[in-house]
């Protein structure tokens, strides 16, 4: 039977250990806001003192693959400013405060390609940067999706192109989607189109 449940089984468990091998001494604040940065100076379990600058946890993200009812992909081209270019994505952003992650694609999917999804499948969720950010990611892949109007921000340059799901895994296997979390929601959806006979 075809899994149809919103959520994955690891979400829960990405959540901090109970027990911790590092002690934190001093923490400071170096940037604030959304995208927040910390400074800690932190005791390891060899005994060393070192100086940790990351984003703590708290942020988190969404990642959709929109599949249409005809079995196309639906991807976007976004111009993305620290790297100066236009990277091939899956729909995605951040959870707002309050959101549920549910809510947060729904939301994203209309946004950014104008759809709505009659079915939902949660993907493993995943760290992106441990060494850096606590940041939470969490992939789902979105079925039966009808598209309509798109309301993007102002500041976004996206442009949806729906294809065929062949071409965007072969795409993904020629290293031209080199978005990292986009890659890797196509690589854990690819055993839920395979099993429903889309690939």
């Given at each position: 039977m075809a899994d149809t449940r919103d959520e994955h089984p690891n979400w829960p468990g990405l959540v901090p250990d109970e027990v911790q091998p590092w002690e934190t001494l001093e923490s400071r604040t170096l940037v604030d806001g959304f995208r927040r940065v910390l400074e800690d100076r932190a005791r390891t379990a060899s005994?060393?003192?070192?100086?940790?600058q990351y984003r703590p946890r708290g942020p988190r993200a969404v990642f959709v693959l929109p599949v249409t009812a005809a079995g196309e992909a639906v991807l976007i081209r976004q111009y993305r400013y620290p790297l100066r270019a236009t990277?091939?994505?899956?729909?995605?952003?951040?959870?707002?405060?309050?959101?549920?992650?549910?809510?947060?694609?729904?939301?994203?999917?209309?946004?950014?390609?104008g759809g709505r999804a009659a079915e939902w499948v949660g993907l493993p969720g995943f760290y992106p940067q441990p060494s850096i950010s606590g940041v939470v990611f969490y992939p789902l892949l979105a079925?039966?999706?009808?598209?309509?109007?798109?309301?993007?921000?102002?500041?976004?340059?996206?442009?949806?192109?729906?294809?065929?799901?062949?071409?965007?895994?072969?795409?993904?296997?020629?290293?031209?989607?080199?978005?990292?979390?986009?890659?890797?929601?196509?690589?854990?959806?690819?055993?839920?189109?395979?099993?429903?006979?889309l690939l």
């Open positions: 005994g060393v003192e070192v100086t940790y990277v091939w994505e899956v729909v995605a952003g951040g959870v707002e405060r309050g959101e549920e992650l549910l809510g947060a694609a729904v939301r994203e999917l209309a946004e950014e390609v079925l039966g999706v009808t598209l309509g109007e798109t309301a993007h921000e102002e500041s976004e340059v996206i442009e949806r192109v729906v294809m065929p799901l062949g071409e965007a895994y072969r795409m993904l296997e020629a290293g031209e989607i080199q978005d990292g979390p986009s890659s890797l929601t196509l690589w854990h959806a690819r055993r839920h189109l395979t099993g429903r006979g």
